[in-house]
Every structure is written in C-alpha cells, then in structure tokens.
C-alpha cells in the first residue's frame, strides 16, 4: 500500500509571511492541528515546513512576543520530511519514527504537494486491515483438536 492511497488530499496551508495569529484561526476554522507553510515557484506550490499549533505556542513563548507579531517562518522548523505519494506505507513510517513527526507533506513524482499523511491516516489504515484479518479469523471452520 502506498502513502498516496492513505494520505488526506484536504490541505490546509498557509505562506510563510502570515501572521500566527491569522494561522492559528486557520486551523481553528478548519479544525486542524497543523498547516503545511508553502512557497510558490513558477505556479507551483511547494512545502518548505509544517506548523503545528505546539509549535504556535512554543514560538510565542519563546520569543515572548503575541501571535500578531510572528510569522508563520518564524514558528516553522527547516527541512521538514516530505514524503512522496507512490512510497510504501512501511517505508514512510519509518521515516516518520526517525525523525519523530506524526505529520508530513505527500508530495508527487513531480514534486508538488498532494496531500498530508499523518499517523492518524496510517494506524486508520493499519486497524482496517487487522478488524479484516479478524473476519477471516471468525469465518474460518473450527477445527478439532486431537
């Protein structure tokens, strides 16, 4: 299975020169965590991090500064883990363990963002299959034991 059948396609992204006050009611509206801060090259639309709402906090009080005088740049981590959508679902979870992110851009064989894959889309993924292998396990004849 890969990333791009599990991921959302439903982004939620900001520019990195919006205010975190403007971002944070983003994810209020749209009832999100995180957002995906995006930068533009010739029409295209590319992640350069992931925002979290921890990361909205952490900014504010580590700069002791209001949310309407930071940028989204300024709360964002460089180099964040994208994924591409055509990788395995093993390989994207291992990716993910290693660099501790339970969220990352899918992006496609060209390079454009398609999606979010987050741990909730893989362990919904993940208990789909194992409730299928229990049907399999409850369908099959009992056999006697000798």
Known sequence: MTVGRVC???IVQCRGRETLATVARLMMEHHVGSVVVVDDH???VFPVGMLTDRDIVRAALRQNATLDR???ADATSPDPLVVRAEDDLAEAIEQ????GVRRAPVLDAAGRLVGVVAVDDLIGYLAEQ???LARLVERQPQRERL
């Open 42 to 44: 010739g029409g295209e």
């Open 130 to 132: 194992a409730a299928k």
């Open 70 to 72: 930071l940028t989204a």
């Open 96 to 99: 993910m363990l290693g660099r």
């Open 8 to 10: 959302s396609r439903e």
